[in-house]
């Protein structure tokens, strides 16, 4: 369903995750390892022609449709997901500058 018709609001919990990862060397010394991803939560918000993502660490991101466009719901989504994910690495970027 792309149409939203009151504003909806919903909460994604991704759980702990093992990401695993090969380091490739040029001396031919390839080590494999691995670590947890820590839990996430995002909150995504639907409301009219808008789409608003909230990071769990607070970074915000917000698409909108215009007039003419249709809406639709994914698209929204990954729009404000990446304009939230941006702000979020500015703030990390910054923290570790110490700026």
């Known amino acids: ?9 919903k909460t994604i919990v991704y759980g702990e995750v093992k990401q695993y990862f090969t380091e490739e060397s040029n ?10 991803t820590k839990e996430k939560v995002e909150k ?9 993502v909230i990071l769990d660490d607070g970074s915000k991101g917000v698409a909108k449709c215009g007039k003419k466009d249709e809406y639709r719901k994914t698209t929204g989504i990954k729009v ?6 941006i702000v979020s690495l500015h703030k990390e970027l910054n923290d570790l500058l110490g700026e």
């Open 27 to 36: 001396l031919k010394d390839d080590k494999e390892d691995w670590f947890w």
């Open 80 to 85: 404000a997901y990446l304009r939230a994910k």
């Open 1 to 9: 369903m792309n149409k939203v018709y009151e504003d909806e609001v």
């Open 44 to 52: 995504v918000i639907h409301s009219g022609n808008a789409t608003i």
